[in-house]
């Protein structure tokens, strides 16, 4: 029987994942028509992407998945008309590429590059950092992303604390969850990295309370998503020095407004929004994995719990 596919995501999408698709669902030996304009009573699974334009999922009445493009679901979550399962991304190219990036910057952070680099005023000033078992980092959210980012850290023997809202059990990560745990981890961390999802529930997770709970000048790294983060009071605690520098990946309007004090601030590092992206290689080997599983009656991976928004 022919499986079909719409591939619903950004036109420029479609050339780059088409052949890749292809290969992989013909590697799983399924029967399948793929293609962008697909008969909606027709279509069994969608590959979705929330900037590809499809909002109503209504007129798929045989529709078995969504498997998304994107690692965060916030924009697709919440639509009353969709009514299957929905995954979301977890691939391991994606993972590998925030992976790097956080790493690199609690690096920066740890060693001190940025003096090294901006400071050329001819003063000899040996500051010697910390080895990594010196330095406190903490991960705020402990999914796939934050995880595989905590293992890296700890085997570079950095000091690594993990909050998540529930309980979780990580080999060299000391794992606190719930209220109590945040406050915990945040009045140690010299160094926080915020891997949360986008729900209602973590919005605001930085905010002026708890900044004010972290050790004066620690650093922040923020490659999850905007609205974890207060940003008047980011601000307030970096004019402070509560907050000795924040480097912000994420924003709650992207592109971020030219006129937005982030910009000019001596200490925000600003990167428009490039920690990681869904690599269409090894994301297209998720996506066809799952469609495979479907057919053969198997659970799916990375299905998002709607109750919780991920």
Partial sequence: MTVNILFSARPALWPVYEPLLT???????LEFQLGT???PDQVDYIIYAPNGGLLDFSPYTRLKAVLSLWAGVEKIAGNETLTVPLARMVDHGLTQGMTEWVVGHVLRYHLGMDRHITVQDGVWTPEIPPLATGRKVCILGLGALGEAAARTLAAL???VMGWSRSVKDIPGVTCMHGADGLRAALSQAEIVVLLLPGTPATENTLNAETLALMPKGARI???????????DALLAALNSGQIGHATLDVFRIEPLPEDHPYWTHPNVTVTPH???????????????ENIRRGEEGEPFLHLVDRNLGY
Wanted: charged share 30%.
């Fill in 37 to 39: 304009d697909v008969d």
């Fill in 23 to 29: 290969k992989y669902l013909t590697d799983a030996g």
């Fill in 157 to 159: 023997n950095f000091d």
């Fill in 221 to 231: 790294i923020n490659p999850g998503r905007g609205p974890l983060v207060d940003d």
């Fill in 274 to 288: 490039i920690a990681s992206e869904t690599r269409p290689e090894t994301a297209a080997q998720v996506i066809c």
